[in-house]
């Protein structure tokens, strides 16, 4: 397998997996709403097409000539749940297209945390999106590789903790999460697609080490070279208050609430036996970045 199309390709997470499954080789075409823009982050080897989500036309054109799919599609915070959701409607045509493609593999960006939804009476749409997500791609009949990843190391930089100058913690965690580099991840996907025929696989994603967030915001602020960063910490309770009045502050509560009470267990020996082990420590990163 050489051709590979990805699904959200620009996104945080899209682009590390891009990057390396060119360095692995592969020939990789991206769907994108805007080519310029897609252009100035992504390597200038991928093929990229315009298109849109919601047209199954466009995923027909751009599935024609692949042969395997990579999808990293999400809840985007300030949507609410009847809005049109990329890994649900969005998800719905690209399992049609690549049917009718007669797409030789498919690969799903999920979460390990996902699994929190009913733990503690904890119930929410977005992870119900995600739950019917994997079983759509399970039930497609194209061989599958489903990977659950832990939290990455670029949510400190690139994601919700750093603003500004400041790195933003709300509530307690309970229990640590095993931080993943996206770059190590990329090249557990490339080698996925590298060694899996017309079997089916799912992956917990996880890193070296686990830190619970306060000990994982301290060792990025110690290591991190661009400039001097301090550390806020609010209230969760705070959080889900304003969460009442704006759609994306809920989504922020929810999704802490979730990775603050998520009982995360190493579970990712077969995933480092068979596509690698990662190499990129949370300091390292840090340093990096």
């Not at 996104?11 to 823009?37: H, I, N, W």
């Not at 903790?161 to 933003?168: E, H, S, V, Y």
């Not at 899996?196 to 070296?208: A, K, P």
């Amino acid at each position: 397998m050489k051709r590979v199309t990805v699904f959200g390709a620009t996104g945080m997470l899209g682009q590390p997996v891009v990057k390396e499954l060119v360095d692995a080789g592969f020939e990789v075409t991206a769907m994108v709403r805007s080519p310029e823009k897609a252009r100035k982050i992504l390597p200038e080897s991928v093929n990229l097409v315009p298109g849109d989500l919601k047209n199954l036309a466009d995923i027909e054109e751009v599935l024609k000539d692949t042969e395997g799919v990579y999808l990293n599609l999400a809840v985007a915070p300030e949507s609410k749940q009847n809005d049109f959701q990329p890994e649900r409607e969005g998800l719905d045509n690209v399992i049609a297209g690549a049917k009718k493609a007669k797409v030789k593999r498919i690969a799903l960006c999920s979460s390990l945390v996902h699994r929190y939804q009913g733990m503690n009476n904890f119930n929410w749409w977005a992870f119900d999106i995600k739950h019917r997500a994997v079983e759509k791609v399970k039930a497609s009949g194209i061989p599958y590789a489903i990977f659950y990843p832990s939290s990455f190391m670029e949510n400190f930089d690139k994601g919700g903790f750093k603003q500004g100058n400041k790195m933003m913690l709300a509530g307690t965690q309970k229990f640590p999460m095993y931080y993943i580099a996206g770059s190590d991840y990329g090249k557990q996907v490339a080698k996925s697609f590298e060694i899996l025929g017309d079997e089916n696989r799912e992956y917990s994603v996880q890193g070296l080490e686990a830190f619970i967030a306060d000990e994982a915001v301290k060792i990025f602020v110690n290591n991190y070279q661009k400039e001097q960063l301090k550390i806020s910490k609010t209230p969760i309770l705070m959080l889900k208050v304003l969460g009442l009045f704006n759609q994306k502050m809920n989504y922020t509560a929810k999704i802490i609430d979730a990775l603050n009470n998520y009982p995360e267990k190493f579970e990712s020996e077969t995933t480092w036996e068979e596509l690698g082990k990662p190499q990129v420590t949370l300091a390292e990163y840090a340093r990096n970045c």
